[in-house]
């Protein structure tokens, strides 16, 4: 299993994207957003993510040339077009722009319309919070979950993140999305033969389901907190694809069947709307205490925060490197001999010999 | 089992609030929300609140005469202090403010620091909805959760309601709290002697269980999507309690064993921030009517919309009369009677010979 070094994975990235069709310029940003998310092991959304792209960009489903503008601008919100191309780079302008109103006037949300895949949304929202502010980021996608009580997929998993800025320490951060869990997981869980819990999926009836071969192909995703979930999914395809003017529900398309298919929302609070900032924070610092000295559960080490094992993960992927599955490996550096771009970092010297 | 008209059920409710110390006007608000909550089926926050609410007054642990302000205003959002009273008047106020402010800028935040109980979030949220808005609204409670784990409550089960305006139809509203389900119906199910699944609460060891019992005696309900609830619940606790400059936590009491115990937090957007109004409401027709199209599950009638269920629920009651279980009308007799308020209107007419 390949071990690979954050800058050299991104630059080989980079370099993917530009021969799949991307400005360089969109490359490096979009490459910058799935090495991070290795860093963080949120590894669905890390390079692995090359494959799908490079497809999609072959198929001529996302505009490898988009001009990203703002399209309007009032004094509380902006919206930002993506014009058919990724999500990386509008949904920076957007969090770039939210920043900017919330300094100004306390709060400031930031729509992008026309847009596809952004990577993962915790990066945004710690980046408005690593400008000291409260970060919301929201998107939708394409139907993957059953609404309660429901048959088919009709919901996206809409993921939401939350970033709450501490000091010293780094951001509080939340991402989630609306399943209960991912197909990764139970793809997993029906290549070893496990049952999974009910509350993961449905059977093809819309029936709760243990059987992890069965939940893949029926393909239903149970929401998280089952009507909750359900419905707070509903509410994300309002803000974030509705709101926005982006296609929502079986007209979104995350994956890139069609240009232009989801939305993004922004939203950056100050901490010191309504009190001072160092009153947020020693408010913060206590509550955050308290959450942590609870008590754990049996056969827990300790109670963590949200974020606690992505910032771990990444301290320590930063130091020792980003592991590739063999398979992974192996596909990328088909990928790369198919566009030409050279070796990936993790393979050694070509041989040129004849 | 008596069944009551809304209107004397109000008058009733507001007599005795009244009588329990509080201004007129204040006891008609928070009498016209717990009935309100009464007609939507929500019966946890209907009048069975009269109960507690007369209890903690009588203990001076709610602020009987809260001079409800504005502490703080900016371009995009206000602050009210809701004096350590509680939280309906207050909270019906920010709404009235964020509506204003994002009717002149596109959103609108208010929070209300220093509050008690708000009867049911989805109320404020769907005011919103009715002055043609987008709302949400949220509030922090002490702690009935276990934080994702951990073997002792934490966190607060801090409810989250949105609200869609909708073109001719209701609003589209979703109100939940943050746990899987309410101590409610794990009572239930323990009267019952039934099991409860795996995902409602959890042991005095922090361990799932399906004992109905042991997790009464544990007290510690889980959190819906597991980690996810969890770090959600942390997030409210910021948005609406400690942004607000209201305790959270182990210091927040929404159940008044201090005096002004948790925040709120409201937000509302124009639907038309980005594009034309009637454009929005087509495209959410379009989402909804597509939802409502999925096939159902097995032994499930049709999907439903959030709110769907309560908004059934009110049009029923509205022509039927509100339920109220027989141990509860005799509780609130009694109440009724040591207040001196005069019956109940379910009550025949009290015997008034010697």
């Not at 999914?233 to 929502?248: E, F, N, Q, R, Y």
Request: glycine share 12%; aromatic share 4%.
């Amino acid at each position: 299993m390949p071990v690979v070094s954050a800058k050299p994975l991104e630059e080989f990235a980079a370099r993917v994207l530009t021969a799949a069709g991307l400005e360089p310029e969109e490359a490096a940003v979009i490459a910058g957003g799935l090495v991070q998310a290795n860093l963080r092991g949120v590894d669905t959304h890390g390079v692995l993510r090359l494959l799908q792209y490079c497809d999609c960009l072959a198929a001529g489903e996302i505009n490898p040339r988009p001009r990203v503008r703002v399209v309007s601008r009032s004094a509380g919100a902006v919206l930002v077009d993506a014009d058919g191309g990724y999500g990386f780079r509008p949904t920076l302008l957007a969090v770039e722009l939210a920043v900017e109103l919330a300094r100004e006037h306390g709060l400031g949300l930031a729509g992008v319309r026309a847009s596809h895949h952004f990577g993962m949304a915790a990066a945004y929202a710690e980046r408005i919070a690593e400008a000291g502010l409260i970060g919301m980021v929201t998107a939708n996608t394409g139907p993957v979950m059953a609404p309660f009580g429901g048959a088919r997929p009709a919901l996206g998993n809409n993921p939401i993140a939350f970033a709450v800025p501490r000091r010293p320490e780094p951001p509080l951060v939340l991402d989630m999305a609306l399943s209960q869990v991912a197909f990764g997981r139970i793809r997993l869980a029906a290549a070893e033969g496990r049952p999974i819990p009910t509350g993961w999926a449905y059977d093809s009836r819309g029936r709760p389901t243990t059987d992890a071969g069965e939940a893949l192909r029926a393909g239903l995703l149970a929401p998280m907190g089952e009507h909750k979930g359900s419905g707070l999914s509903l509410i994300v395809d309002v803000l974030a694809g509705i709101l926005t003017g982006s296609p929502v529900g079986h007209e979104a398309d995350a994956h890139g069947r069609r240009r232009g298919g989801v939305g993004h929302l922004v939203l950056a609070l100050r901490p010191d709307l309504f009190l001072p900032e160092a009153e947020f924070h020693a408010a913060l610092e206590r509550r955050l205490t308290e959450v942590l000295a609870t008590p754990p559960a049996e056969g827990v080490e300790r109670v963590l925060l949200p974020g606690d094992l992505e910032l771990a993960t990444a301290r320590r992927r930063e130091a020792e490197g980003i592991p590739l599955s063999a398979a992974l490996a192996r596909q990328l550096a088909a990928l790369a001999e198919r566009l030409g771009v050279g070796p990936p970092p993790w393979a050694s010297a070509p041989d040129e010999s004849p």
